[in-house]
């Protein structure tokens, strides 16, 4: 990957960044971390012609997605996102991967995650969520494993606190666009990490935030290109 940016001043503009030095660029300043990892189009798109962000994915993209898993302690995600990206429990594929954290306003744990050793997939709810629907996820996945945030809606501040006291220190957000919207409106961001797909796909789609608006400014830390695909790192300054 070439290198556009570095604000560290580690590296040169213009130097070629292999695999062994993209840990480096990546490391959170902070052993407490949130960090959010979106792909978008040049026309802003979250998602493809098929409704999915794997149809805009790239190679170098891949890349950096890999790494984020692995440098993080456990993988966010919205339960849309899981039913709409089929996403299975990440241990279910890899005894390695990090567990998966499912938020789901409903408490309604989408069956794809069911799979994999105990404490492989948490659920994060309310405690005003549909009470049979909670007891059907307790079913699958052991009560001890569904954690309630919150009241009317999941207080995802509390969610990151809860997550941090058992350990998860390092949190990455896969998606969905409406997930990282309510965490960056609760102010519990600490970065995003976005690449820009080569792609224009037009139609409708959602962006990689929704929901009501957010005025955060963002300090660039890293940019990288490869192969027509931007891929940077951005500071939540709040």
Known sequence: MRLLLDSSGTH?????IDAAA??????A???RWLRANFVATLDGAANGTDQRSGSINTEADHVVFDLLR???DVVVVGAGT???????SLQAEDPQAPPLVVVSHSGQLPVSVAEGPPG?????TRSGADARALDASRDLIGEEFVLTSGADEVDLVRMRNMLEDKGFRQILCEGGPTLLGSLLRAGVVDE???TWSPLIVGGEHPAIVN????????????LLEEGGSILGRWFVNR
């Not at 993209?22 to 490391?27: E, K, R, S, T």
């Open 211 to 222: 929901g009501p608006e957010v005025n955060l400014p963002a300090s660039p830390a890293v």
């Open 22 to 27: 993209l840990p480096d660029l990546y490391a």
């Open 29 to 31: 300043p902070a052993r």
């Open 192 to 194: 995003l990490d976005l």
């Open 12 to 16: 040169a503009p213009g130097a070629q």
């Open 82 to 88: 899981v039913r709409a990206e089929g996403y299975p």
């Open 70 to 72: 692995r440098m993080t």
């Open 120 to 124: 492989s997939v948490l659920l994060v």
